[in-house]
């Protein structure tokens, strides 16, 4: 059974920092998508940064520059470094993966994941 745990969303000032991190358990393929996908109030889920298992990743153009997606593998675990964090950050933030999604392993692509946390809210304040 895949298990996806967020944590680290709180509140924070514009401007400030917040790293997010998803534990993932119950699966150990060598090929995989994960991201980081977000939701606010009254608006569709979109894709914030997604990684393949080969090192390849891709950002929304709304947080390039200021998010970084990467990997521990020793600790299975998914990390999301937010920085320069903007009113419109705000959100619930969700990890996801897909084994077979690999092509089409990209912000844009796909958000049918099969496997998804319970999300971790990030609320940024002026």
């Known amino acids: 059974q895949v298990q996806l745990v967020e944590s680290g969303g709180g509140s924070v000032q514009a401007g400030g920092s917040l790293r997010l991190s998803c534990q993932a358990s119950?699966?150990?393929?060598?090929?995989?998508?994960m991201g980081w996908f977000r939701q606010a109030p009254g608006k569709k889920r979109e894709g914030v940064a997604i990684?393949?298992?080969?090192?390849?990743?891709t950002y929304a153009d709304s947080v390039k520059g200021r998010f970084t997606i990467s990997q521990d593998n020793a600790k299975n675990t998914l990390l999301l470094e937010m920085n320069s964090l903007k009113l419109e950050d705000t959100a619930m933030y969700y990890c996801?993966?897909?084994?077979?999604?690999?092509?089409?392993?990209?912000?844009?692509?796909?958000?049918?994941?099969?496997?998804w946390g319970q999300g971790t809210q990030v609320t940024v304040s002026s």
């Open positions: 119950g699966y150990t393929y060598s090929s995989n998508c």
């Open positions: 990684r393949r298992s080969d090192g390849r990743v």
């Open positions: 996801a993966t897909d084994p077979g999604t690999w092509t089409l392993c990209y912000v844009g692509g796909p958000t049918d994941f099969a496997y």
